[in-house]
């Protein structure tokens, strides 16, 4: 499989539990965004690895929010203590760095995962 | 913050005619991307503009990219039932993407 895979593909789950999602890029990108998206909207940006280290950040990502990447590869998203206006999807893409030979800023999408709080 | 506007939101057109969506970003970009998305599923990379006045074809698609490297314009010839789905730009700034809202179209037969 060369794509981005992510798990599980839909998640329902009730207000005040943990939620984690697991992101696998493509194999030799160095980047790995993750992203939330609703009805009618565009992927909002909500942090990125470079390899195992997070650099950047967004302010959509409350404390409730932790994401992991730490071997560099899989990446993982965590809500704690879900609300309802947690539901949407959630994408993470991959990227090869610029500088990297082949780089560039090009993103690729995995499938999504679509979670709703009850 | 930089923000990355794009119209119209909907468009509708009859198969065989021409569909055009238009991307404005507050800063100058590095490069914009554009994808689609088809209803349920996730963006897909289309193709990524990096030069000034930059046009690109693919197919029956050309992409602009502008002079000020702060717009852009996704223009479909001829549209087909296939070409229905969202269409994203995505402006890069200083490494970060940041999306506008889409045009949802669609095409009636």
């Known amino acids: 499989d060369t794509g981005v895979s992510q798990d599980p593909r839909h998640k329902i789950t009730k207000r005040g539990q943990n939620v984690t999602f697991r992101c696998d890029p493509i194999s030799e990108h160095n980047r790995l965004y993750w992203y939330r998206q609703t009805l009618g909207q565009g992927p909002e940006f909500l942090t990125y690895f470079q390899n195992e280290a997070q650099l950047e950040k967004s302010r959509l990502l409350s404390d409730r929010f932790s994401a992991e990447r730490p071997k560099g590869s899989f990446s993982t998203l965590e809500i704690q203590r879900t609300e309802q206006g947690d539901s949407a999807m959630y994408l993470c893409?991959?990227?090869?760095?610029?500088?990297?030979?082949?780089?560039?800023?090009?993103?690729?999408f995995g499938p999504g995962t679509r979670l709703l709080v009850l | 913050g930089q923000q990355v506007m794009q119209i119209p939101q909907y468009q509708h057109v009859q198969e065989g005619e021409d569909f055009t969506t238009y991307c404005n970003s507050s800063?100058?970009?590095?490069?914009i991307q554009w994808y689609k998305q088809r209803p349920g599923g996730h963006p897909v990379f289309l193709i990524q503009?990096?030069?000034?006045?930059e046009v690109k074809k693919q197919k029956r698609l050309t992409f602009q990219f502008g002079e000020a490297k702060k717009n852009s314009s996704l223009h479909i010839t001829a549209t087909q039932t296939t070409d229905v789905g969202t269409y994203f730009c995505g402006g890069t700034s200083y490494g970060k993407l940041t999306f506008g809202q889409g045009t949802i179209l669609t095409v009636h037969p």
């Open positions: 893409a991959s990227s090869l760095a610029p500088g990297t030979s082949g780089g560039s800023e090009t993103q690729y």
């Open positions: 800063t100058t970009l590095s490069n």
């Open positions: 503009l990096v030069k000034s006045g």
